[in-house]
């Protein structure tokens, strides 16, 4: 089997889970997010339904491999009791979410069959 490189990783995502009992939970941590990491990501807009893959509510963080360490470690220090699902992009959605995904907070099945439509 050849090993897969880390240099084949474009960018990340980190998608922040919520539901409605969490919600404004949520849009304070956003806050936050958009103040202290500042320059070192891209936020997405706060989906107030399941989309994609993702089986809660939820917003994305896109970030540059360059700045993983530093918004990981922000997140994993910051996140709370919300739950963060996290991905590589390498080109291949299917594997980026389903192996070679990360977690901080407790994990969630999610949709894999959107990859496949």
């Given amino acids: 089997m050849n090993s897969l490189q880390p240099s084949s990783i474009t960018s990340w995502h980190a998608h922040v889970?919520?539901?409605a009992d969490s919600r404004e939970m949520a849009w304070?941590?956003?806050e936050r997010i958009q103040v202290e990491l500042a320059g070192f990501m891209e936020m997405g807009r706060f989906h107030e339904k399941p989309i994609g893959p993702h089986p809660m509510w939820s917003y994305q963080l896109a970030l540059p491999s360059a700045h993983f360490s530093h918004v990981m470690g922000?997140?994993?220090?910051n996140h709370g009791a919300l739950d963060v699902?996290?991905?590589p992009n390498t080109g291949d959605a299917?594997?980026?979410h389903r192996d070679c995904a990360l977690w901080l907070g407790h994990?969630?099945?999610l949709n894999l069959a959107v990859f496949s439509a």
């Fill in 28 to 30: 304070t941590l956003r």
């Fill in 74 to 77: 922000w997140l994993a220090l």
């Fill in 17 to 19: 889970y919520f539901a």
């Fill in 107 to 109: 994990s969630h099945t």
């Fill in 94 to 96: 299917l594997r980026d």
């Fill in 85 to 87: 699902f996290v991905h």
